[in-house]
């Protein structure tokens, strides 16, 4: 670029090119693009896939999780379970007998329920090879436990002194559907006999082991299977206001000499945690936004550097109209920002769509993390900025002379 | 009304030149010599013909004293400023704010009335949109379009279309408009008419240089300047001329052509 002095006295004042409004940028750019309506649609639609996916993706996991949230809710977070740890050595901790016992005595403490894992299998039948465990185990259950876990019978009753007169058990809803039980009086097998089903659980979304279980009356798993009394976990419902203290005291309590030994957890936290977390697939759905975002962006500098090559007249025009430099440059990047954000808008509107009728459908509440939007947007505007300033630098670029040659 | 202005501002300084080149040269990589050693001074109020065989070098002439390219030798005033001590953008605004181009093949945008075009050549000279609309009917209504403004391009005759082309090279009053063969692509009838348009342009006081082909409409001009190999054999408004300049009569070729 030259720029000598002016160095002849006469000088008329250097002529200084005047700034386009920014209405006039903008209307310039989307006169560019309302003369391909076609393109301007095909070009956008990459972007608006890519759009609409991520924010549906989000918006699909926002509302899942803003429906579970609903659910602990009803479910309600003040449930504590304290398990069996390892001990120093490495070894399986044992918790006492009595333990159940001392946790009802804790201040706070409503419910108190307790299992014992066994080590044995339940099967349908005795013919069916003991390996096949299905991922079922087998619990030793106290009496308190369906009303610490607010767990309702979707059949049957709950063990009971009658019932446990017999060899009898409580199936948790995945253990009786993978046991193929569908009411109460059918049998399974477990350990060396025939166990008759007296109930069968509802959903547990707290105690998701409490449904892959077949439960057997505490004094009944000690009689018929080798149950040594030493509970495995112990579920202890408080008043809502005394979790925090009941937590803090609930190891020392049940093993006051080795509390380390005790495992205090919260079921609700850990379902909280996990709807947080969000999953791999949401990711992956995510990443394909991501892709196909990128994959809009390349399809926009395409159309972009083919509009510069069919426009070399009209660039040639403005030139001569006397356009700059970077007013050409602009336009361009603005027309390509333009094409990007319709597109994004066009996506954004039919992500949050989806979400709606996602939620719609399956009656949860409609959730969209503000955030998402910005993001979308911010993206949008960044790739349509990116895409078009190639093509913009080479639109500048052109000399107006080869612009303007005859057609 | 806004021409009578003009047309009295322009007279006052009649007589100043609006393009002066000394001694321009342009040759293209390649060795092509499309211009050699020019002069050529342009006064306000001149209405200019240039002519000469294709190739002879005229669109870039034009290209030049058009600041849309640069010689690779020469002085080129332009309106007064040093074309070659001004940067590129200060060159643009050069162009908004001096100079008005007419093209053969038009270059009207085909999605914007007619209106709008002659609009859009004010854009750059940062005239805001309402009086660049106003101006722009003005325009229109001195080329004879008054009702057809609000037509797009392929709703109007060739004819139509260059007058639009040159309603909007006019629409800022420019102190030099450019032809480039503007009746190129139009029948003799639609030509006749732009040329008169261009005619009553100059007695309201513009300044015309215009390419053409056709030798009636030259004759009929008050000035011609002759290229031939890029050299300037006649001017008019130098009969005398630099006659060590013409190239031997030996080297012409394609005379007329096209
Ligand atoms: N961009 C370029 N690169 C190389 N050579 C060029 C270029 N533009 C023009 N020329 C050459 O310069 C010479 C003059 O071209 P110019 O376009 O000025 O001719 P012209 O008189 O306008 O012709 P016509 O009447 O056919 O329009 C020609 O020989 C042409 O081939
Ligand atoms: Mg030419």
Redesign the interface.
């Known amino acids: 670029m030259r720029r000598r002095r002016r160095d002849r006295a006469a000088g008329t004042p250097r002529p200084v090119p005047a700034s386009l409004s920014a209405g006039d940028t903008a209307r310039t750019a989307f006169a560019g693009l309302r003369t391909r309506p076609g393109r301007v649609v095909l070009s956008a639609l990459g972007i608006a896939i890519g759009i609409a996916t991520m924010t549906a993706v989000l918006g699909v996991s926002a509302s899942s999780r803003a429906d579970l949230m609903r659910r602990l809710d009803a479910l309600g977070t003040n449930l504590l379970t304290a398990e069996a740890g390892d001990t120093l050595f490495g070894g399986k901790a044992r918790l006492p007998k009595e333990s159940p016992g001392m946790v009802g005595r804790i201040p706070g403490v409503r419910d108190v329920g307790a299992t014992g894992l066994l080590d044995v299998a339940v099967r349908r039948t005795g013919k069916v090879p003991e390996e096949e465990t299905g991922g079922l185990s087998v619990r030793a259950a106290t009496e308190g436990l369906p009303r610490t876990l607010r767990a309702g019978m979707r059949s049957g009753t709950w063990l009971n002194a009658a019932n446990s007169r017999y060899p009898a058990v409580v199936l948790g809803s995945v253990a009786a559907q993978r046991l193929g039980v569908t009411s109460p009086g059918e049998q399974v097998w477990i350990e060396d006999r025939y166990f008759t089903v007296v109930g069968i659980l509802d959903a547990l979304p707290l105690a998701p082991e409490i449904e892959r279980s077949a439960l057997v009356g505490w004094d009944g798993a000690a009689r018929l299977l080798g149950f040594d009394g030493h509970p495995t976990t112990i579920y202890e419902r408080s008043a809502e206001d005394r979790v925090r203290d009941v937590a803090g005291l609930l190891a020392a309590t049940i093993n006051p000499r080795n509390p380390e030994e005790v495992r205090v957890g919260r079921p609700s936290d850990a379902l909280a945690a996990r709807a947080a977390a969000g999953d791999a697939f949401t990711s992956l759905l995510l990443g394909l936004g991501a892709v196909a975002l990128l994959v809009g962006g390349v399809g926009v500098a395409n159309t972009m550097i083919i509009s510069v090559l069919e426009r070399r007249h009209e660039i040639g025009l403005r030139r001569s109209l006397g356009a700059t430099r970077g007013q050409i440059r602009v336009q361009f990047v603005m027309e390509s920002l333009l094409l990007s954000a319709l597109g994004g808008l066009a996506g954004a509107v039919l992500g949050v769509a989806a979400t709606y009728a996602f939620a719609l459908a399956r009656g949860m509440p409609f959730a969209l993390p503000p955030w998402s939007v910005g993001a979308g947007l911010g993206a949008t505007l960044l790739i349509g900025t990116v895409a078009g300033l190639y093509p913009a630098i080479r639109a500048a670029r052109l000399s107006p002379t080869l612009a303007l040659h005859a057609a | 009304m806004i021409a009578e202005t003009n047309g009295t501002a322009r007279a006052g300084r009649a007589g100043a030149a609006v393009v002066e080149l000394t001694g321009v040269t342009k040759r293209y990589p390649g060795g092509v010599a499309a211009l050699e050693d020019v002069d050529l001074t342009i006064a306000r109020g001149e209405l200019v013909a240039i002519v000469g065989p294709s190739g002879s070098g005229k669109s870039t002439l034009l290209?030049i004293v058009?600041t849309?390219?640069l010689p690779s030798e020469g002085a080129v005033r332009i309106?007064?400023?040093?074309v070659?001590?001004?940067?590129?953008?200060?060159?643009?605004?050069?162009?908004?704010?001096?100079?008005g181009?007419v093209?053969?093949?038009f270059?009207l945008?085909?999605?914007?009335s007619a209106l709008d075009n002659v609009a859009?050549?004010l854009?750059?000279?940062?005239?805001?949109?309402g009086e660049r609309r106003r101006r722009a009917a003005e325009a229109l209504e001195r080329v004879g379009l008054a009702d057809r403004v609000t037509h797009r391009p392929h709703e109007l005759s060739g004819g139509q279309r260059q007058r639009v082309a040159i309603a909007?090279a006019v629409a800022g009053d420019p102190l030099l408009l450019l032809a480039d063969e503007p009746t190129g692509a139009l029948d003799t009838a639609s030509g006749e008419a732009v040329v008169s348009l261009l005619r009553d342009l100059h007695a309201e006081g513009s300044t015309i240089a215009v390419i053409t082909h056709d030798p009636e409409i030259a004759a009929s001009f008050p000035r011609r300047v002759r290229l031939r190999d890029g050299r300037v054999v006649e001017d008019t408004a130098n009969p005398a001329g630099r006659p060590d300049q013409a190239a031997p009569a030996g080297n012409s070729v394609r005379e007329g052509a096209a």
Do not use: K, T
């Open positions: 290209h058009g849309l390219d309106a007064g400023h040093d070659a001590a001004l940067a590129d953008r200060e060159l643009a605004a050069l162009r908004a704010r001096h100079l181009f093209f053969q093949s270059h945008s085909p999605g914007l859009e050549g854009l750059y000279a940062g005239i805001p949109r909007r």
